[in-house]
């Protein structure tokens, strides 16, 4: 199944990295829609069919936290998959990000970070496992 | 200078450019790289059980190439993207630096990471020398990443 996936993040730089990074962890995709603030993200929403959010906690307008509290709250988008994905370290914070239902990937992160997140999140099975092949981005731990 | 935060500060550099930029981090300096000239700066400031500035020099010529790499161009990007990719490595870097400051349990707020001037003071209070700092070779340059912590 090809995700459709929307990429939240103030920075054009981080977003271009979330997509480049998805693009490499061969997770199947369809579209990739990206918003820089929560405000957008939701419009993102409205007018798409999206299978999973990956959302950055800090940005302005509409931050993560309540981009998440407002996705969760909509019935429409309430069992949207979403991962955040933050340079926050602080394992209390990380807890109460889980606690709303999302995964969570720490910056940096590797293709096959990233894909591990997705396939929990998602529930997507792992054919790649399965077949023993090799694993796209699991040769990236320099 | 404290060497064990110095340590944490290079693990954690060194960690953000190689699954970031897709660079090779080196701790050892070729002379091009020790005497490479600084060409950008970004920081970050940071608040909670302690206070202080992370500070990020990209020098000799590596910018272009590490926002290229984190983009997955071939070229280098404008400049407004090279300026996000030295923001967002400075953010990338205090995070993950920070629970080795105080412990992986406490809550920092970090601030929006900043591109300084040239002629800015880099210390978040005058003439104040750095609490740790690290020096990452990359290719013909290098990235000097100075830790400013303050008294609460």
New interface residues.
Partial sequence: MALNVLVVDD????R??V??TL?LSGVALGQIYEAKDGEEALRVLDENWVDLALIDI?MPVLDGMDLIDQVRGNPETADLSIIVV????????IENVQRKGVAFV?????PETLRQAILRATGVIDERQDSKSSVPGGG?D? | MNDKIAKALYRAAALTFEELGFMFPSADLDPLQKYATVDAVGSVDFEGPQKGRLVVKMCGGVLPVLAANMMGELEPPTDKLQADALKEIANIVCGNLLPTLAGAKQVFQLKTPRVLAMTDDFAPTPGQAPTAEAHVGLEEGRADLLLFLLES
């Fill in positions: 920075s054009a730089v981080m271009a990295i997509i480049k693009r800090n933050s340079t926050e370290s602080s394992e209390t914070r720490h910056k940096p992160f590797t990236f320099f």
